[in-house]
């Protein structure tokens, strides 16, 4: 257990930058790793929205698809690092775009950010949802839009309940969580490998349209463009990789955060691409056919599980992969009090003296805790679950790219005091690599059939620039500027 010192430290730094250690700093290195980890989830997002891919081009997108996109998360995650490690705060993105590129940067990232975090909080909690039902059914006469209704507000009551009794308890379970991912992916990976008798390798590799498909829900509309669809494909990886700034959020909660957090970030994508591949590519495997896998649409996997293993093994592996969803969706939780409590803190919220409360007795942002919780649920009752997914993606890697852009711009420049944790001369030529390809996803993640999107989210950059113009600009001062610092 790190000692007195190296909190003293941690504390050090923080008034460095103009705040005080409010929050309950008891994460350790692996706890940081865990809660993005969590977030992360392969077991939710590589298995929610494994139809997403397959249902572009079939087995290339899970065998081609994955790989390319978590090798470009994972550009995304050295820079986003190496940033972290220099402004080691809760505001994470928020507080490095604002330093980096100033107010309006710090601003935009900052509601793009938590934006970000509570749709895809609700995406979560409605995949866990859909794959428990998908996966044991409902009993007889029960009506699915009531259950529906009744399960989520008792899920997102329980984990804004966890996450208002502080930090203690949330770190507790997402250590658990981080295990149970780990357990339960290897296990079902052996388990299908094992139980398939022939491996139809040229699958990895076999681009085939099924646009239109399943036909009572067509994933995708049906097209020609075989390309564009393999593009599509790419929302699966994306979707999935996607909370890795949980690490930056809880900064301020993490021993020794210059360089842990930096270290969770990184590990944390890197362990979920490699993971998640493999599991994914047995399950690709073990369909008698990729045809009647595309035809079971979001309630693939566990058709395939149930066909694949023994009912001993599957019906446990499928109780775990839903409390491993569930715990995802709290860690999320976390994620988005941490940020509003962040942002509110230097003003920039409506209610902000309310949202930056921190209860004292759990040292917890409470009041932000169930401000995110009702807001997800109101979305939940909106919008359809590709596109909260979709939705979810695009504003959190635009949240990515902001910070990271203004990072290029600022690096040697007004951004000169590197944390312990530094790329080095790679980081520029990473950051364009990753802000390009931020704004690719951002062009897959509004096409049909997520066009509803496409008002989503140009309404809300429309209203940013409204609000930031009209009343921001002259009210919002942003995050103090560090003691003795030409950053900006």
Known sequence: MPGPASMQEDEHLLRQFGYEQELARRMSGFSNFAISFSIICILAGGITSFH?????????????????????????????????????????????????????????????????????????????????????????GMNPALAKTVALVVLLGGQAALNHYGIRWTTRITDFSGWLILAISTILTVAVVLATSHFEWSRLWDFQNFSGHPSAAPVFPRQDNVFWLFCLGFLLPAYTITGFDASAHTSEETVG???????????????????????????????????????????????????????????????????????????????AS???FAFARDGGLPFSRSLRTVNRRTQSPSIAVWTCAITCGAMIVLLRYETIAAIGTVFLYLSYVLPVAAGFFAYGRKWKRMGPWSLGGWYRPLAAIATLGCVFLLVLGVQPPNQQAVPVVGGMAVLMVIVWFGLERRRFRGPPVPEGDDRG
């Open 52 to 140: 997403v891919g397959l249902c572009s081009v079939g087995g290339a997108s899970i065998g081609l698809g994955w790989p390319l996109v978590c090798a470009f998360s994972l550009v995304v995650a050295l820079t986003m690092a190496q940033v972290a490690s220099a402004f080691p705060t809760a505001g994470g993105l928020y507080h490095w775009g604002s330093l980096l590129g100033g107010r309006a940067c710090g601003w935009c990232t900052a509601w793009f950010n938590l934006c970000g975090l509570i749709t895809v909080l609700a995406a979560i909690n409605v995949g866990a949802w859909d794959f428990i039902v998908a996966t044991f059914g409902l009993p007889a």
């Open 257 to 335: 955060a210059a360089v842990n957090v930096p270290r969770g970030i990184v590990r944390s994508v890197w362990v979920s691409a490699v993971f998640g591949w493999f599991m994914i590519v047995a399950l690709l495997l073990a369909m008698p056919s990729i045809s009647e896998g595309v035809d079971q649409g979001a309630a693939v996997v566990p058709w395939v599980m149930k066909r694949s293993l023994p009912g001993w093994l599957a019906w446990p592996l499928l109780a775990g992969i839903a409390v491993a969803q569930v715990c995802c969706a709290l860690a999320a939780l976390t994620s």
């Open 338 to 340: 941490r940020m509003m």
